[in-house]
């Protein structure tokens, strides 16, 4: 199973970024699939899962109500729509798969003025 993320980049506070994970190697339906990211110096956070086949969705306090995740199946994606970014959100952010320990390289979201 192959997992990449992409979409990071740098943005002012308040705008948006759009991370999409890119899912390969197994048909995601009976999958948990996760967002979680690390900033410098912390420990690794998980930040919200959606379950491919119901839906059911999770977000952390520290997203909710700016982050939306969403899954398309049969494009084999899981993407996060963040929202009035905040230079807390500065991490590399990355998708896995919990229950498979499996992991994507991450992607870069620097929020700065």
């Known amino acids: 199973v192959q997992l990449q993320a992409s979409g990071g980049g740098l943005v002012q506070p308040g705008g948006s970024l759009t991370l999409t994970c890119a899912v390969s190697g197994l048909t995601m339906n009976h999958y948990a699939i996760g967002w979680f990211r690390q900033a410098p110096g912390k420990e690794p956070e998980g930040i919200s899962c959606?379950?491919?086949?119901?839906?059911?969705?999770f977000y952390a306090d520290s997203v909710k109500g700016r982050f939306t995740i969403s899954r398309d199946a049969a494009k084999s994606t899981v993407s996060l729509q963040m929202n009035n970014l905040k230079p807390e959100d500065t991490a590399v952010y990355y998708c896995a798969i919990p229950s498979l320990g499996a992991r994507g390289q991450g992607t870069l979201v620097t929020v700065s003025s």
């Open positions: 959606i379950t491919i086949d119901d839906g059911m969705i």
